[in-house]
């Protein structure tokens, strides 16, 4: 099987070539602009998921072994908001699993512009690039934050009402890839990732990754608000083990082509309670964890509780890691892979 995964250099991507590792693929394009990730990220994954067996057989192509067999890996360095190249690049893909965006609140809040730009017209790109080429499946990750703050527990067929212009490119997408499927039969499922956290967030500037970074650099961690604000904290390998199966068909049906599916934990962690066991893991690590307060950010929900039900229909079997066994997993991760 040969898929195209943009945003494929950045955090979920990374992880999410882990998962494909164990899939019988054949050849990986990954198109990124590398605006918020390297060619060395890349490399230091490949040599991860391959136990140091990868070979780079030409510029910014390697092939690795997987448990199915050999399989290669293309970087493309492009930008989704390009539509010939997207086009050229969509030729003999068997399915897209789309992760490039603009994907922060507070960036989509002081350039709303740049953020519909990426999201909406890179992802239209795609669809038409699918629409041309005859893809079979375009996955797309959008976002819990389409549906604002509505109260829990978050059902894919609530209303959709963003907070955020985040919030409102992630839902265009959602809403044409609904259109896609029913005007061209192609297979779309805009998946709603809650808040993902795990190796190899580097660059994330999400809760998680950044109190984990505070606290490596000797610096206090900062609750901004009340710290009451609750979210679902998802590890990222669950997350990229549900993404893998979807591109290569292996969901339990019936599949709800051209709809959202929440991918999620089903349980809400306050952020003081997080703030508390990364002081947990402070003490086991041995660094101290002062915490500050600041105010309330604008376009934050107050609570982000997607339902997991949908979910558990197409992958009864899948079992999502607790914070507590994920997060010092992913602090020992830093520890040794992260440098101020
Ligand atoms: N991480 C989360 O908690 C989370 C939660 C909800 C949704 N999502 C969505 O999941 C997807 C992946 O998120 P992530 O955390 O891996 O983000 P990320 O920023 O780590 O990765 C995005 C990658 O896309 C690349 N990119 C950005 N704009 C591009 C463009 N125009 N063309 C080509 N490449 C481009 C970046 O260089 C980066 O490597 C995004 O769509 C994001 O909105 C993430």
């Known amino acids: 099987m040969n898929l195209l995964v943009t945003g494929g250099c950045g955090f979920v991507g990374l992880n999410l070539l882990g998962a494909l590792t164990n899939r019988p693929i054949k050849e990986v394009r990954i198109v990124d602009n590398l605006t918020n990730s390297s060619r060395g990220n890349l490399e230091t994954v490949l040599s991860y998921i391959s136990g140091d067996r990868v070979q780079r057989v030409a510029a910014d192509q390697w092939v690795l072994p997987g448990t199915e067999g050999e399989w290669t890996v293309k970087l493309i360095e492009a930008d989704i908001r390009d539509a010939e190249a997207m086009r050229t690049l969509s030729d003999g893909i068997d399915a897209t699993i789309n992760l490039a965006a603009q994907s922060g609140v507070p960036a989509s809040l002081d350039d709303p512009r740049f953020d519909l730009e990426q999201n909406v017209i890179g992802t239209f790109n795609l669809l038409e690039a699918c629409r041309a080429h005859s893809v079979g499946t375009f996955i797309t990750a959008s976002s819990a934050a389409v549906l604002g703050d509505a109260a829990p527990p978050q059902k894919e067929d609530q209303r959709i009402l963003p907070l955020s212009p985040y919030g409102a490119s992630k839902a265009a997408t959602e809403i044409y890839c609904s259109a896609y499927n029913a005007s061209f039969g192609l297979n779309t499922l805009a998946f709603r990732f809650s808040n993902v956290y795990g190796p190899f ?27 009451s604000q609750r979210r679902d904290f998802l590890y990222v390998s669950d997350l990229a083990e549900v993404v893998a199966d979807a591109a290569l068909g292996r969901l339990q049906g019936p599949i709800p082509w051209g709809e959202a599916v929440n991918i999620s934990t089903g349980i809400q962690t306050s952020v003081s309670h997080l703030a508390e066991c990364i002081q947990r893991e402070a003490e086991r690590v041995g660094v101290p964890c002062p915490i500050e307060h600041a105010p309330a950010r604008t376009g934050d929900v107050s609570a982000s509780a997607p339902s997991p039900q949908r979910l558990e229909t197409l992958q009864p079997t899948l079992k999502m890691r607790r914070l507590e066994e994920g997060l010092p997993q992913t602090v020992d991760w830093f520890i040794q892979n992260w440098r101020t």
């Open 201 to 227: 967030s580097w660059r994330k500037g999400s809760v998680v990754a950044l109190f984990i970074k505070k606290l490596l650099s000797g610096e206090a961690i900062c609750i901004n608000g009340d710290g």
